[in-house]
């Protein structure tokens, strides 16, 4: 028997929840076809707990968290809350606290999804994104002046230090070298304009590379990824970049392997607790529906499954969702797939116990 591993659990708000169930109930049935044990241990975090009591995340709920093996997030983010009090109350809160520094987020189109990229197939689009998740303009310093004046000032810093961009980039070369497919990394900045922030890590990029002297070394301006991503998605193996950017091009990485319903991400601590999630909102338009696409929780469960040592267990979820992709689903949009919410995770079940 393997070992028990606590998982948090935030379902959080909107869709979240409905997503998360038919992620759970793939990790229970993965679980009962090979050695993987789970403790689940459910948070009511979100938009609904903190309307009716005010609470956001008490500094305790953190510690808890920071002791299981790993949280399994929905989504955050309620339409009568105003927006950033969740997200940064809970879900960046959660990345800087527990210090989950880098945020993973493979774009890989899987068989038979469809992507509106013109004559690009599944060989075409493969890549991960490692992108920095505890610096950048996410917790720079900043300020009004003057507000609501004429005169008004908004000043939005961006942090950069030595160690956070260098772990970030070593966990970059590492996993590419783990990865071992085009063996090449791409710094995604913009060196001809922030001069200070993309300098540190560029110098960092070459002298840690020197470590890795099979990985060729690829940079590129954000703008310039952008326009590869569209026009030649296969230029790409691994791109390292910061928060900012990092959360720009990961949209655009969704949607080119067939939108934000199959794209997943974990934020890693490699040392501590990481957190797996996918990637879109919380989607209150389709709430309650059992119409939005759950492939992109479930595949966040398969990301967590690997990250706990559980490769086998992993590789069964991703094989059933790439049966289930084919045989099953018209679509990845919600209420366009064929299929409901729970119908999708029934059949990804089904081909998890075959
Ligand atoms: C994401 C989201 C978050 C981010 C928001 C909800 C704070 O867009 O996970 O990409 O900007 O990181
Ligand atoms: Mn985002």
């Avoid at 090449?184 to 060196?191: P, Q």
């Avoid at 392997?257 to 794209?263: F, K, L, R, S």
């Amino acid at each position: 028997m393997g070992k028990t591993h606590r998982i948090g659990v935030i379902p959080g708000d909107g869709t979240g929840p409905e997503v998360v169930a038919e992620g759970l109930k793939i990790l229970k049935a993965v679980a009962e076809k090979t050695d993987a044990e789970f403790d689940f241990i459910q948070y009511d975090f979100g938009g609904e707990r903190y309307l009716r009591t005010g609470e956001i995340l008490p500094d305790l709920a953190i510690e808890e968290l920071g002791q299981l093996d790993a949280i399994y997030l929905g989504a955050i983010g309620h339409p009568d809350v105003k927006p950033a009090i969740l997200e940064k109350g809970i879900l960046l809160r959660l990345r800087f606290s527990l210090d989950q520094y880098v945020n993973l987020r493979p774009v890989k189109l899987y068989p038979g999804v469809e992507t509106p990229l013109k004559d690009k197939g599944p060989e075409d689009i493969d890549f991960v994104v490692v992108r920095e998740n505890t610096e950048g303009l996410y917790t720079g310093g900043g300020g009004f002046l003057r507000k609501g004046t004429s005169d008004e000032i908004a000043v939005q810093e961006s942090i950069n230090t030595r160690k956070g961009v260098e772990r970030c980039l070593r966990y970059a070369f590492e996993y590419c070298r783990k990865r071992n497919k085009r063996n090449k990394l791409t710094l995604c900045g913009k060196t001809n304009v922030l001069t200070y922030a993309f300098d540190l890590w560029e110098r960092a990029f070459h002298e840690i590379g020197q470590e890795y002297p099979e990985i060729e070394r690829d940079y590129a301006h954000v703008d310039a990824i952008c326009m590869w991503m569209v026009k030649n998605p296969e230029r790409f193996d691994v791109i390292v970049t910061d928060n900012m950017f990092g959360d720009i091009i990961t949209d655009l990485g969704a949607t080119i392997q067939g939108g934000m319903g199959i794209a997943a991400g974990g934020n890693i601590n490699p040392e501590g607790t990481s957190m797996f999630e996918p990637i879109g909102g919380s989607a209150p338009k389709y709430t309650g529906k059992n119409l939005i696409n759950p492939l992109a929780a479930i595949l966040a469960g398969q990301m967590m499954l690997d990250h706990l040592g559980e490769p086998e267990a992993a590789r069964r979820v991703e094989q059933a969702v790439i049966d289930v992709v084919e045989k099953h689903m018209k679509s990845m949009e919600a209420g366009m797939m064929g299929v409901s919410t729970t119908e999708v995770g029934d059949l990804v079940v089904k081909y998890i116990q075959e």
